[in-house]
C-alpha cells in the first residue's frame, strides 16, 4: 500500500500545506514539540482526520494500524481486546494468543484490560495491532505517560515490529526514543514541515534555526 | 368489599394489627401485580428506550440537539398528564379505543412504557455518548463503525445501561397518576400497590395502606441497592 503520499494537505490552522510521501523501509519518527502538530498529521496519514485540503493517497488499500498516547481498552479481558481487532478486520481470531505473547502478555491473557496498568494496556493495544500485522504501524506518543521501564518495553515491541518488516511512523516530542528508534525524522514546527533528514544528519547537523533550538532546548530531559 | 384487619384513625394500632396486614394474601396478589405491570413495562421501555439511546448517541443528524433536550425534559413527564394521553388513545372512541385495553393490565403497561422509555432512552444516551468519545478515534481505526460501533458501546456500557433500566423499574413501580387513570383501580384486576395506598388512606383503611408502603420501599431500596452492587463491583472487576 506504500508509498502513502500526502499532496498539498493542510488542516484547519494546525497543519500548513505539506505535501510527502512516505516510503516502505525505515522507521520515519515525526518530532516536534508539543502542539506542532505531530498527532494531527498522524491523524490524516491515518485517514482519521479529512483534510481542509490537498489529498491523501496510498498505493494500494492494504492494512495499518494505529496506537494512541492513551491506549483505549474494551470492557472484556485482555484476549477478547485482540480477538475483537481480528473480527473487525474480517479475520480469524485463533492469532490473538501469539501477539500477546509477542508482547509479553500472555499470562494476562484472562485479565480485564481495564484493570491493567499503563505500560501494559500499551502492550495490549501494540499486540492488538501486531495481530493484524499491518504494513504500516502509527503511533501517537505511545510512551507519554509512562515511566521508563514500562517505555523500554514499548520501544522493544515497535523494535520487533520494524525487524518483521513492518513500516514504523512514530509521533515523539522524545528525542531519546527518536535516536533509539528513527532511521529518519520528520521535523514538525508550527504545523510546517520543516525538515527531513536521517536521524544521524538531523541531530548532527540540523538544517534549521527551529530544529537545532528543539535539539539544545529538550536534550537535558531527551 | 374491604380488607382485614381494620383499625380506625384515632384508635390506635396494635402491633398485632400491623403485621398481620403481610398474612394478608390480597397483600401479595396487589404486589405481585404491581411487579408484573412494571416488569413488563421494564422490558418494553428497554427494548425501545436502548437502542433509541443508542443510536442518538453514535449518529450525527440535524436536530439532534434538540431530540437530546426533548429526551432528557422527557424523563420528567408527569405520570397523570401520560395517564391522560393514553386514557384518550385507549378509550373507546379514541384511536386505539379497538384494542380494548382501557381498565386492564395491558393499559397500565402501555403508560408505564410510555412513562419511561424517555428515562431508559435518555440515561442510555449518556452512558453510551461517553463511552462513544472515549472509543471513537479507537473504533474508527479498527475499520469499526454503524451497528457493530453501536453494539460494542452496548456491550461496554452494560453496567450503567442495568443501572438505566433499574431506574426505570423503580420509577414504574413507584408512579400512582398513569396507572390510577388508565388501569381504574379495579379490585383484584387493575389494583396494585400505589393506587390501593392512596384508596385505602383515603377509606381510612391505613394497616393495609402502611403494609404496602413498607413493601413498595422495600422494592425501590432494594432495586437502588442493587444498582449501585452492580455498578461498583463491576468498576473493580472490569475497570
Avoid at chain 1, 45 to 66: C, E, F, I, R, Y
Avoid at chain 1, 216 to 222: F, Q, S, V
Avoid at chain 2, 160 to 169: E, I, M, Q, R, Y
Avoid at chain 2, 198 to 209: I, M, Q, R, Y
Wanted: hydrophobic share 50%; net charge positive.
Amino acid at each position: 500500500m506504500l508509498p502513502l503520499r500526502l499532496q498539498e494537505v493542510s488542516f484547519l490552522h494546525i497543519i500548513k500545506p505539506v505535501s510527502l510521501a512516505i516510503e516502505a523501509g525505515p522507521s520515519t519518527i515525526i518530532l516536534g514539540a508539543n502542539g506542532a502538530g505531530k498527532s494531527v498529521l498522524m491523524r490524516l496519514m491515518h485517514g482519521l482526520l479529512a483534510p481542509t485540503s490537498g489529498a491523501v493517497s496510498w498505493n494500494s488499500k492494504g492494512g495499518q494500524a494505529m496506537v494512541f498516547q492513551r491506549p483505549v481498552m474494551l470492557r472484556r479481558s485482555a484476549l477478547a481486546n485482540v480477538e475483537y481487532a481480528l473480527r473487525a478486520a474480517g479475520q480469524a481470531a485463533g492469532g490473538a494468543m501469539d501477539a500477546l505473547r509477542e508482547v509479553g502478555l500472555a499470562h494476562l491473557a484472562g485479565k480485564p484490560a481495564r484493570v491493567l496498568s499503563g505500560g501494559e494496556q500499551q502492550r495490549l493495544a501494540l499486540a492488538r495491532a501486531w495481530a493484524l500485522h499491518p504494513e504500516v504501524l502509527f503511533l501517537d506518543e505511545p510512551t507519554a505517560s509512562l515511566d521508563p521501564s514500562a517505555t523500554r518495553e514499548i520501544e522493544h515491541v515497535i523494535q520487533a515490529f520494524d525487524a518483521a518488516g513492518t513500516k514504523i511512523v512514530m509521533a515523539t516530542h522524545n528525542l531519546g526514543q527518536a535516536r533509539r528508534l528513527a532511521d529518519e525524522v520528520i521535523y514538525l514546527h508550527q504545523g510546517r514541515v520543516l525538515e527531513r533528514a536521517p536521524v544521524e544528519r538531523f541531530f548532527s547537523k540540523p538544517a534549521t534555526a527551529e530544529a537545532a533550538a528543539f535539539i539544545k532546548g529538550e536534550l537535558p530531559w531527551g | 368489599m374491604s380488607l382485614r384487619p381494620r383499625c380506625k384513625v384515632g384508635r390506635g394500632y396494635h402491633t398485632y394489627a400491623m403485621l398481620s396486614i403481610f398474612a394478608d394474601v390480597r397483600l401479595w396478589e396487589i404486589v405481585a401485580l404491581s411487579l408484573e405491570v412494571s416488569l413488563a413495562a421494564v422490558l418494553l421501555a428497554t427494548a425501545i428506550g436502548l437502542p433509541l439511546g443508542a443510536a442518538v448517541a453514535v449518529a450525527r443528524f440535524p436536530g439532534r440537539a434538540a431530540l437530546v433536550v426533548l429526551l432528557n425534559a422527557l424523563m420528567g413527564l408527569p405520570p397523570v398528564v401520560v395517564g391522560l394521553a393514553v386514557y384518550l388513545l385507549l378509550s373507546r372512541a379514541g384511536p386505539l379505543g379497538g384494542l380494548g385495553l382501557l381498565f386492564t393490565p395491558g393499559a397500565m403497561v402501555f403508560a408505564q412504557t410510555v412513562l419511561i422509555t424517555p428515562i431508559i432512552a435518555a440515561l442510555a444516551r449518556q452512558a453510551i455518548e461517553d463511552a462513544w468519545r472515549e472509543y471513537e478515534e479507537q473504533l474508527r481505526s479498527l475499520g469499526v463503525h454503524g451497528t457493530r460501533a453501536a453494539l460494542t458501546l452496548i456491550w461496554d456500557t452494560r453496567f450503567s445501561l442495568v443501572t438505566a433500566v433499574l431506574a426505570g423499574l423503580g420509577r414504574a413501580s413507584a408512579e400512582v397518576g398513569a396507572v390510577m387513570i388508565v388501569g381504574g383501580n379495579i379490585d383484584g384486576v387493575t389494583r396494585v400497590m400505589t393506587t390501593t395506598i392512596a384508596l385505602e388512606t383515603s377509606k381510612g383503611d391505613l394497616p393495609l395502606a402502611l403494609g404496602l408502603g413498607v413493601v413498595l420501599i422495600a422494592i425501590v431500596l432494594v432495586l437502588n441497592a442493587a444498582a449501585m452492587l452492580i455498578k461498583e463491583a463491576a468498576q473493580r472487576r472490569y475497570g
